[in-house]
């Protein structure tokens, strides 16, 4: 769990612990997968994924050009990261949207 929070410390300095918690708790054993653990900002498959499965449905988002525009921008805080966490990934997404309380 720690290694979570440190790397979500890396882009949010005020970082909510339970909230990284609770994002690990909806990840699960996705994060059991090195591959899985991870989110590549190349490959458009795995964007309309994050975009479906964590924006629409768990971040309630619907509007697809406001997701991309925050796809797009956690991609961008992220770029000096070759391997993008997937728990710090979420954690932003849900940050920039005001989300982080569903997961506390």
Do not use: W
Not at 55 to 66: E, H, P
Not at 72 to 87: L, Q, Y
Not at 89 to 96: G, K, T
């Amino acid at each position: 769990m720690t290694d979570y929070v440190a790397d979500v410390k890396k882009y949010a300095k005020a970082t909510n612990e339970k909230a990284v918690a609770g994002i690990v708790k909806h990840l699960g054993i996705a994060l059991k997968s090195a591959d899985a653990s991870l989110v590549s900002c190349t490959d458009p498959a795995e964007l309309d994924r994050v975009k479906q499965g964590f924006c629409k449905k768990k971040l309630g988002l619907t509007d697809d050009k406001v997701i991309d525009d925050h796809l797009k921008a956690v991609c961008e805080a992220m770029k000096a990261d070759k391997t993008k966490a997937r728990v710090t990934f979420y954690y932003l997404l849900a940050e920039r949207v005001g989300k982080l309380d569903a997961f506390a």
